[in-house]
């Protein structure tokens, strides 16, 4: 098939709302400088509320709703520790967020 059919297919595509949108995921080794790390959140009251404030934190890389003790999964992308202990000082400070469990990504084993 010729680049402008598919060019042409996928503007139809785009403007009838079938494709929303775009990303580009990077191999985690391709940031070699930046701190990676999971807060495990656990949430008493309104978690939309939570999820809201979590989702305007620029630390925050992805969240996630999640079952067991913890109500919440942040994935959390920094460029230092000081950085991550202001992540983590403004999401525990977030009203609704009653406690946290944080641990540092060491090393992928298949990703």
């Given at each position: 098939?010729?680049?402008?059919?598919i060019?042409?297919?996928?503007?139809?595509?785009?403007?009838?709302?079938?494709?929303?949108?775009?990303?580009?995921?990077?191999?985690?080794?391709?940031?070699?400088?930046?701190?990676?790390?999971?807060?495990?959140?656990?949430?008493?009251?309104?978690?939309?509320?939570?999820?809201?404030?979590?989702?305007?934190?620029?630390?925050?890389?992805?969240?996630?709703?999640?079952?067991?003790?913890?109500?919440?999964?942040?994935?959390?992308?920094?460029?230092?520790?000081?950085?991550?202990?202001a992540?983590?000082?403004?999401?525990?400070?977030?009203?609704?967020?009653?406690a946290t469990?944080?641990?540092?990504?060491?090393?992928?084993?298949?990703?």
């Amino acid at each position: 098939v010729s680049r402008g059919t598919i060019n042409n297919r996928m503007a139809r595509l785009q403007r009838d709302g079938v494709i929303v949108g775009y990303t580009v995921r990077l191999r985690p080794d391709s940031t070699p400088d930046e701190i990676r790390a999971w807060a495990s959140i656990r949430v008493e009251g309104r978690q939309n509320a939570v999820v809201s404030a979590l989702l305007g934190e620029p630390g925050v890389a992805a969240l996630h709703d999640t079952n067991g003790r913890w109500d919440l999964l942040a994935e959390l992308h920094v460029a230092n520790l000081t950085e991550m202990s202001a992540v983590l000082e403004r999401i525990r400070k977030v009203p609704g967020v009653s406690a946290t469990e944080t641990s540092i990504h060491l090393r992928t084993y298949r990703g």
